[in-house]
């Protein structure tokens, strides 16, 4: 399974863009990225998946360069709520009892 | 119906008890998983069953041991538990047949040993 890397913080405030990019350098010709959030004692929940290119969806947008080796998730003008442990993730689209293996993942604060 | 709920929320048991953890989900998802999450560490992942049967056990002590009676529930029994094991026990669910392998995770089970 490709290894991810990512900040392992960022600092934010409301209404501002925050851009959480994640390295992985050795994703597989068969690999999607995905993001998990994280609030405090709350299960991961998913947010975004990508291939290439851009995807967008009414929480996020993912940018995925043409070589694939990093991707960019953007969250637009967070608010408090958005404070939150932000994972990314490589793998298998669509593998039957696939695993999900979670790098260390970006604590992302936003401050009023 | 579009949640994992587990069972209880927390649990406090000694190192000679026998407990048991529940998961539940009820969207027809054929992939259920547990993980094992630690203070400020990433989820790490236990066991994944696969059309109810065992599909993946990654080198997880024997002290747990899951079952999973229907397609609906996982259960994680636990037996002679060490300190060390004390953590947030979190069960996901996931649709087997294509679609974005979204897990869907319920809010974990927090436990602690003593």
């Known amino acids: 399974l490709a290894k991810t890397t990512q900040p392992i913080s960022m600092d934010s405030y409301e209404g501002q863009e925050v851009n959480i990019t994640c390295s992985h350098n050795?994703?597989?010709?068969?690999?999607?990225i995905t993001w998990y959030q994280q609030f405090p004692s709350q299960g991961p929940r998913f947010i975004i998946q990508?291939?290439?290119t851009k995807v967008t969806n009414e929480v996020a947008s993912l940018f995925i360069p043409a070589d694939r080796k990093s991707s960019t998730l953007s969250l637009p003008r967070v608010s408090l709520s958005d404070t939150a442990v932000y994972y990314c993730?490589?793998?298998?689209?669509?593998?039957?009892?696939?695993?999900?293996?979670f790098g260390g993942g970006t604590r992302v604060l936003v401050k009023p | 119906d579009t949640e994992v709920t587990q069972t209880p929320k927390h649990l406090v048991m000694g190192m000679t008890n026998k407990k048991s953890l529940k998961c539940e989900q009820h969207m027809g998802h054929r992939a259920m998983y547990w993980y094992k999450q630690k203070a400020k560490k990433p989820p790490e992942l236990m066991f994944v069953y696969s059309y109810e049967k065992l599909s993946i056990n990654e080198s997880v002590p024997s002290r747990f041991s899951p079952e999973c009676p229907n397609s609906s529930l996982l259960n994680l029994h636990l037996h002679a538990l060490q300190p060390e094991d004390s953590a947030l026990y979190l069960c996901a669910s996931a649709p087997l047949a294509g679609g974005h392998n979204e897990q869907f995770f319920g809010p974990g089970t927090r436990l602690t040993v003593l």
């Open positions: 990508g291939y290439k």
């Open positions: 993730l490589v793998g298998e689209r669509g593998a039957a009892g696939n695993k999900l293996t």
């Open positions: 050795n994703i597989a010709t068969n690999d999607y």
